[in-house]
Nanobody
């Protein structure tokens, strides 16, 4: 069973950048499709981005496409989210998730993922 721990959140001005990390332990992360979700106060958790086991394939929500980049380093059992051109509406707790899979599909529902981190707060000031 894999455990996930996020880091890298913080306070940034609009237009700035942040890089989030998600470290996996308890086994190798390579058999898992991984993803980032976020949850703003009073809102449901929403899909942000996902990446295939190899890192070749990715998928993004329309709201972050072109601004965020997801990547992974399986040798380090770590996934990343590079966030650029941040907006106040990007403010949320960002949570990483993992799903064991032998293929590649863009899974966007929280119900698709079995393993979750605790989250890291990202606050974008205007």
């Amino acid at each position: 069973q894999v455990q996930l721990v996020e880091s890298g959140g913080g306070l940034v001005q609009a237009g700035g950048s942040l890089r989030l990390s998600c470290a996996a332990s308890g086994g190798t992360s390579s058999p898992y499709i991984m993803a980032w979700f976020r949850q703003a106060p009073g809102k449901e958790r929403e899909f942000v981005a996902t990446i295939s086991r190899s890192g070749v394939n990715t998928g993004y929500s329309d709201s972050v496409k072109g601004r965020f980049t997801i990547s992974r380093d399986n040798a380090k059992n770590t996934m990343y989210l590079e966030m650029n051109s941040l907006k106040p509406e990007d403010t949320a707790v960002y949570v990483c998730a993992a799903k064991y899979s032998v293929g590649w599909i863009v899974y966007t529902s929280t119900r698709d993922y079995s393993y979750w981190g605790q989250g890291t707060q990202v606050t974008v000031s205007s």
